[in-house]
């Protein structure tokens, strides 16, 4: 899961799609990383903490890290938040199998027409991360039903 801060986004796309998951006992292993360092080794933006909390799930076990070349080559699949994500990471991909590695995540649930998750940084209030709970709510649920055998 990978966002610009790895802060917001990505780090709640991880929170809902581990919770989502251990209770599956799917044995994937899920991370997130940012296109960006700027908040490296930081615990998730308050606000996306609290808001996680209001669902029922802890993301504080979270640090904030940049994506490198390896995680490319070692993940099986990246779900980045926006196309500006998009363009970074695409950037960073060193084969054509690494490049078809990667989507955007809310084409899990409109795959002609995927919208960004948008940028909650700026918002006041709860309303921005709310939105984006919902978004990645949706979006983890149809992962889970197209990868996740029955
Ligand atoms: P995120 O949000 O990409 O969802 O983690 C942001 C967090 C920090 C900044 C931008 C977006 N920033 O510019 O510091």
Same mark, same amino acid.
């Given at each position: 899961m990978v966002c610009l801060g790895n802060i917001c986004r990505s780090p709640m796309a991880h929170g809902i799609l581990l919770h989502k998951i251990s209770k599956l006992k799917s044995d994937w292993e899920i991370d997130s990383a940012g296109t960006?360092? =700027?908040?490296?080794g930081e615990l998730p933006d308050r606000r996306a903490i609290a808001c996680m909390k209001r669902h029922?799930?802890?993301?504080? =076990?979270q640090r904030s890290r940049p994506i490198t070349v390896g995680d490319l080559s070692y993940y099986d699949r990246i779900f980045v938040m926006d196309r500006s994500n998009l363009h970074d990471v695409c950037e960073m991909a060193g084969t054509e199998a690494e490049l078809e590695k990667i989507s955007l995540i809310m084409g899990a649930v409109d795959e002609q027409h995927p919208e960004d998750v948008p940028?909650?940084? =700026?918002?006041?209030?709860e309303q921005g991360f709310e939105t984006v709970y919902e978004m990645l709510d949706r979006a983890t649920d149809k992962l889970i039903e197209k990868y996740v055998p029955e």
């Open positions: 960006s360092g =700027y908040h490296q029922g799930i802890d993301i504080t =076990y940028d909650p940084w =700026y918002s006041t209030g």
